[in-house]
Structures are given as structure tokens and as C-alpha cells.
T-cell receptor, first 121, second 112 residues
Framework: GAVVSQHPSRVICKSGTSVKIECRSL??????MFWYRQFPKKSLMLMAT?????????EQGVEKDKFLINHASLTLSTLTVTSAHPEDSSFYIC?????????????????FGPGTRLLVL | GESVGLHLPTLSVQEGDNSIINCAYS??????FIWYKQESGKGPQFIID?????DKRQGQRVTVLLNKTVKHLSLQIAATQPGDSAVYFC???????????FGTGTRLTVIP
């Protein structure tokens, strides 16, 4: 259980184009999902918290108009990198917390997707 | 602000030996801690967690120790195997918050 998928796993795009990354919780519902960015040999940096039915909460320094987040359902959140530039090249990872853990006071574990490697040329 | 750091960026151990990965945190308000394992090109994988009202928790071959007095967290892996080679991150959560703060990571290399 607690499987999170991401699509695509890898994407190469030209500078100036937009790229959409999907994050799905496959066997549980997730009102809250998280988007992270990771540079090579570095730790995970939280970009934003995605909330189903409301606006995402962005971390300081993350441009909300650059990184559009849409939490369309209890199992799907999307991150769109708009007008991508080479400096946006990175490993993007999403995570989700099982709604059942929220309501039961269970573990506050986040389950991570496999990541999406974005290369902007 | 919070900081979660690791004492050792790299650790090499012989197969079969025990491994200890350490983590320091600075926010005494953190109430929940998690260890994740990340293999190259993959997302982090949950290993074990511990709440601040505990000081030790055991899983299969892994043990997490929490010392709130010195704000120190450790992950012990028993009988380390080649498949344990990865980068290990500790993460903390503050009381009332939803998000996690990640440490810098330790690369564990198991020598066959």
C-alpha cells in the first residue's frame, strides 16, 4: 500500500515551453500533497504544499506563477513549470500523506513518488 | 529557523557490520522525525519514524534513537547489506505543521 506515482519520469524540453508533472496516490486518498525539488547530491527542498480544493501554499522564494500547482482530486496533484529555463532543470519529487492517517491520528509519514527529472535545453 | 544536519556526509561499512547514521536538529518544537532512504534516481523511501514522546523505536534491522536533550537522532542498521547502500535523510516536523524539513543526507556505501 501507500504507493505514489509520478509522470513523466523524465522530460526534456526547450527553453520557454511549459511542462506538466503529475503526482498520483494510487491506493489512498490524499487531501494534501507536497512538491519538492532536489539538486544533484543535495537534499530535498520543499517548494509548496498542495491542498485539494484550495490554493497551494508556497515556500518562501518559490514563484507561484512559475510553478503552478493544481490539486484536482483526492488522488491527483499537478505541477506545471511555466516558461521553463535551463536553471529549472532539476529532480522534482512529490509526496502525499494518507488521509486515513490524518483522521486516525496515525503516522505523519509522507510517501514519495519516484521523481521526475526535468532537463531544459 | 530550523536546521537539520548530519554529522557525516559519507559512511562506508563492511557487509555484515552495523551502521550508525547520525542527525542533529535545532528546533526543539519538532515532534515527529522520519528516516528516509533514497537510491540514485529514485524518490525517498520511508524507513522508520519516531514521535518526540519516545526515545527509541525498532523496526526490521533498523532502530531509531532520539535524544531530545541534545537534539540528536540516529539510525542504526544491523547487519548492513549491499542493498542498504543509498543516501539516508532524516526529516523533522514541527508541532502543528504539515511539512517536513530534510537534513543534508549521508551516503552509505556497503563494501561486499
Amino acid at each position: 500500500g501507500a504507493v505514489v506515482s509520478q509522470h513523466p519520469s523524465r522530460v526534456i524540453c526547450k527553453s520557454g515551453t511549459s511542462v506538466k508533472i503529475e503526482c498520483r496516490s494510487l491506493d489512498f486518498q490524499a487531501t494534501t500533497m507536497f512538491w519538492y525539488r532536489q539538486f544533484p547530491k543535495k537534499s530535498l527542498m520543499l517548494m509548496a504544499t498542495s491542498n485539494e480544493g484550495s490554493k497551494a501554499t508556497y515556500e518562501q522564494g518559490v514563484e507561484k506563477d512559475k510553478f503552478l500547482i493544481n490539486h484536482a482530486s483526492l488522488t491527483l496533484s499537478t505541477l506545471t513549470v511555466t516558461s521553463a529555463h535551463p536553471e529549472d532543470s532539476s529532480f522534482y519529487i512529490c509526496s502525499a500523506r494518507d488521509d486515513r492517517d490524518w483522521t486516525s491520528g496515525g503516522p505523519e509519514t509522507q510517501y514519495f513518488g519516484p521523481g521526475t527529472r526535468l532537463l531544459v535545453l | 529557523g530550523e536546521s537539520v544536519g548530519l554529522h557525516l556526509p559519507t559512511l562506508s561499512v563492511q557487509e555484515g557490520d552495523n551502521s550508525i547514521i547520525n542527525c542533529a536538529y535545532s528546533n526543539s518544537a519538532s515532534d515527529y522525525f522520519i528516516w528516509y532512504k533514497q537510491e540514485s534516481g529514485k524518490g525517498p523511501q520511508f524507513i522508520i519514524d519516531i514521535r518526540s514522546n519516545m526515545d527509541k523505536r525498532q523496526g526490521q534491522r533498523v532502530t531509531v534513537l532520539l535524544n531530545k536533550t541534545v537534539k540528536h537522532l540516529s539510525l542504526q542498521i544491523a547487519a548492513t547489506q549491499p542493498g542498504d547502500s543509498a543516501v539516508y535523510f532524516c526529516a523533522e516536523k514541527n508541532v502543528g505543521a504539515n511539512n517536513l524539513f530534510f537534513g543534508t543526507g549521508t551516503r552509505l556505501t556497503v563494501i561486499p
